[in-house]
């Protein structure tokens, strides 16, 4: 069985940066898309940053909210998938949520292509 954890969410000020974690337990897919998605209060959930999943994969997808901003990367040691951000504003404060697909990347990005989703982590940008 699947399960993603995230952590690292928080309160930041504009400017500042955050690096989200997500731990996969049972998730022995290569070459299959796992990724980052953020919902805010009252508006639909985005699918923000993405990559294929195993060694040697170099496949990455980003919004164009976050692409100079964000960076998606992997720990196959340990498992984990990794979003590190940068000069956040007020407009990434949101759920952010990790999740894992049985398929290839592909764009456009959908929501239901995630078969597991991980509890989301709170990320807080103030001014």
């Known amino acids: 069985q699947v399960h993603l954890v995230e952590s690292g969410g928080g309160s930041v000020q504009a400017g500042g940066s955050l690096r989200l974690s997500c731990e996969a337990s049972g998730y022995t897919y290569t070459g299959t898309c796992m990724g980052w998605f953020r919902q805010a209060p009252g508006k639909q959930r985005e699918g923000i940053a993405f990559?294929?999943?195993?060694?040697?994969?170099?496949?990455?997808y980003y919004a164009d909210s976050v692409k100079g901003r964000f960076t998606i990367s992997q720990d196959n040691a340990r498992s984990t998938l990794y979003l590190q951000m940068t000069n956040l504003n007020l407009e990434d404060t949101a759920m952010y949520y990790c999740?894992?697909?049985?398929?290839?990347?592909?764009?456009?990005?959908?929501?239901?292509?995630?078969?597991?989703w991980g509890q989301g982590t709170q990320v807080t940008v103030s001014s």
């Open positions: 999740a894992a697909s049985v398929y290839s990347c592909n764009t456009p990005i959908r929501s239901g292509d995630y078969k597991w």
């Open positions: 990559l294929t999943y195993g060694p040697g994969r170099t496949f990455a």
